[in-house]
């Protein structure tokens, strides 16, 4: 099974309605409060080759964090559940902590509580309650909306890139992919579907295309007039940003509009020459 | 440093004053809402020589829900984080999470949504909402209340031993440790403090003891009369069977009277020949 049909098995099992994802898996529940958890694995999801500890911490939040933002809603706190491995001393157990405690800090959301345990390999699982009165879901983007983008994407794809080869980078490049800042606080009231760009706009973007029946046409022009220095590959298919794609028929204060709702299904391009639709690349963790 | 001192340095860094613990770790928000995580790692938690997919989906769930039960709280729901190692397959995946399931339709804890993630060592993190009206902390005990116990201790680890030694065992303490049952929905509202029994009765009951600045005084005869065919060690020492502990100065329903609190510190055991000091021996991941 593809990581996909094992969420769909596990939704069935569970017999819950409430989306169950990757990244940015967000449940609704009474009274508005909204309830996410992601977990960042050592080798899997961060290389420790190019972050400090401190680091891993900080972006573990974030990655978190950046679910509530796209939920809408304003963070209540957070739950810490670190596994260690026994290479994880005392030093760098506290230089992680620290850089989840600034992250928290930073957003809002206290770390309130959490869990110890050993392991031999490293991970930080990160749960975080917050509370919207509107909540944006996915599903529902209408026809004639515009597709709004708040953040930069593909700057955390090009940092990575150039450390992994040793090249010159744009220290925001780096920055947005050492410290990413999830865009916790943006009001999300006027948006008709929301999600965070954790694994790729094209692939973020069609899952509101998907829950919504709607096609998703992004401007390519609008696209390279957000960051000229960036690749058109990396803004459509670099991950980690953790910026915001939304849809709304009206202007979304902090987001600037990249494209608009159309009928059809997935998303597409429009260029010069025409629009072109864009497969909807992305990390799958259990791909065969 | 100790998992202890590990736990005091989180708890600076987070500028937190809600517990941080191991396994009962639980936070008090606004409204009454008390939240909780716990992890289960392969190889740490759960030893899959002698356990089912489905036993250890079960027992990770009802971990995490005990800790909810301990703070007399009634379940909203759970988030479940998996990390799978390569050799989980999709009969794997299926039998831990029908395990989780019904271990959350068993205490009412619906699960609401999750993350999936890959990694080369399996750990199951649960997370449960809840709410109480009165929560139970450790730290409310008072001298003259007597110390109560809900459910069976020593049962788990005296299955355990058994399985492990290829004994013959009482089916009930096999279960016990297979299919531990968390004692959600037991009030605990006449409860000056409450803690549930993961790590061994005396280790568990000192954590009351040192939050109340008092001493647990237990009886030795009341304890042998619960479960004649289990051990004093065991049940002193045993964990994993999710019992609970009170102090109250009331009869709490559904609980057995197993001693008093008294002026001093730590737990104590009342037996013929006199009152014993019992060592606060538990499982401590990152002693050296």
Same mark, same amino acid.
């Given at each position: 099974?593809?990581?996909?049909?094992?969420?769909?098995?596990?939704?069935?099992?569970?017999?819950?309605?409430?989306?169950?994802?990757?990244?940015? $898996?967000?449940?609704?529940?009474?009274?508005?409060?909204?309830?996410?958890?992601?977990?960042?694995?050592?080798?899997?999801?961060?290389?420790?080759?190019?972050?400090?500890?401190?680091?891993?911490?900080? /972006?573990?939040?974030?990655?978190?964090?950046?679910?509530?933002?796209?939920?809408?809603?304003?963070?209540?706190?957070?739950?810490? *559940?670190?596994?260690?491995?026994?290479?994880?001393?005392?030093?760098?157990?506290?230089?992680?902590?620290?850089?989840? *405690?600034?992250?928290?800090?930073?957003?809002?959301?206290?770390?309130?509580?959490?869990?110890? +345990?050993?392991?031999?390999?490293?991970?930080?699982? &990160?749960?975080?309650?917050?509370? +919207?009165?509107?909540?944006?879901? /996915?599903?529902? +983007?209408?026809?004639?909306?515009?597709?709004?983008?708040?953040?930069?994407?593909?700057?955390?794809?090009?940092?990575?890139?150039?450390?992994?080869?040793?090249?010159?980078? $744009? @220290?925001?490049?780096? $920055?947005?992919?050492?410290?990413?800042?999830?865009?916790?606080?943006?009001?999300?009231?006027?948006?008709?579907?929301?999600?965070?760009?954790?694994?790729?706009?094209?692939?973020?973007?069609?899952?509101? +295309?998907?829950?919504?029946?709607?096609?998703?046409?992004?401007?390519?022009?609008?696209?390279?007039?957000?960051?000229?220095?960036?690749?058109?590959?990396?803004?459509?298919?670099?991950?980690?940003?953790?910026?915001?794609?939304?849809?709304?028929?009206?202007?979304?204060?902090?987001?600037?509009?990249?494209?608009?709702?159309?009928?059809?299904?997935?998303?597409?391009?429009? &260029? *010069?020459?025409?629009?072109? @639709?864009? @497969? @909807? /690349?992305?990390?799958?963790?259990?791909?065969?």
């Amino acid at each position: 099974m593809s990581e996909r049909e094992r969420i769909a098995l596990l939704s069935t099992l569970f017999a819950s309605n409430v989306p169950v994802g990757i990244g940015d $898996d967000a449940a609704v529940l009474e009274g508005g409060l909204v309830w996410t958890v992601d977990a960042q694995v050592d080798g899997t999801h961060f290389d420790r080759a190019w972050l400090s500890w401190s680091d891993v911490g900080w /972006r573990s939040f974030m990655a978190a964090a950046s679910d509530l933002a796209a939920m809408n809603a304003a963070p209540i706190g957070a739950l810490s *559940a670190l596994v260690l491995d026994p290479t994880v001393d005392d030093a760098a157990l506290e230089a992680l902590a620290r850089g989840q *405690a600034d992250a928290a800090r930073t957003v809002g959301a206290p770390i309130v509580g959490g869990n110890l +345990a050993r392991g031999r390999e490293t991970s930080i699982t &990160t749960t975080l309650l917050g509370r +919207a009165s509107r909540p944006a879901l /996915r599903s529902g +983007a209408h026809l004639g909306d515009g597709v709004w983008l708040a953040g930069f994407v593909g700057r955390a794809a090009t940092g990575l890139a150039a450390l992994r080869d040793g090249a010159l980078a $744009d @220290p925001r490049c780096i $920055d947005a992919w050492r410290r990413p800042r999830a865009l916790v606080g943006l009001s999300l009231d006027d948006a008709s579907a929301a999600i965070d760009v954790s694994d790729g706009l094209a692939l973020d973007a069609s899952h509101i +295309a998907e829950a919504s029946g709607v096609q998703l046409v992004l401007d390519e022009a609008s696209l390279r007039a957000i960051d000229p220095a960036i690749t058109l590959e990396a803004m459509l298919h670099g991950g980690e940003d953790y910026a915001l794609v939304a849809t709304s028929s009206r202007n979304l204060p902090g987001f600037v509009r990249i494209g608009a709702v159309e009928e059809g299904h997935g998303v597409a391009l429009r &260029t *010069a020459a025409g629009v072109i @639709p864009i @497969p @909807p /690349r992305g990390f799958d963790h259990f791909a065969t």
